[in-house]
């Protein structure tokens, strides 16, 4: 049969387009996922992070004001409750005093 080679030629290119094709379009969607979760991922990390700087200004209003390094470092140790904060400090460039915290040893990264 002349005509049979021709058309297994035919259909074997076009099993191959397709596995091609459908190898593309997941590969494709499958990054567009992952950077997308990653994406959310770091927003939402970062509004976290804007909000725990947010409530550590707070805290340490009135032990600014009255220089009380105690109450600062509570505040800082109260800084570090949830477990993606590391560290915190607070530094005041007037009177060159600077109150760092220290990781917690459940924190240390090895």
């Given amino acids: 049969m002349p005509g ?7 259909a074997r290119e076009l099993s191959r387009s397709l596995a091609l094709t459908v190898v ?3 590969v494709i969607v499958g990054g567009a996922l992952v950077l997308s979760s990653r994406y959310a991922a770091e927003q939402r990390l970062r ?5 725990w700087t ?3 200004a707070r805290f340490s209003e009135v032990h600014l004001w009255n220089v009380d390094e105690v109450g ?5 140790l109260a800084s570090l409750q949830p477990p993606e904060v ?3 400090r ?13 990781r917690s040893p459940r924190r240390s990264r090895s």
């Fill in 4 to 10: 049979t080679k021709q058309t297994t030629t035919i």
């Fill in 47 to 51: 509004e976290q992070a804007q909000g």
């Fill in 72 to 76: 600062l470092q509570n505040a800082c």
């Fill in 24 to 26: 593309v379009v997941v």
């Fill in 54 to 56: 947010a409530q550590l």
């Fill in 90 to 102: 607070i530094f005041d460039p007037e009177r060159a005093g600077s109150w760092p915290t220290p």
């Fill in 86 to 88: 590391t560290g915190a």
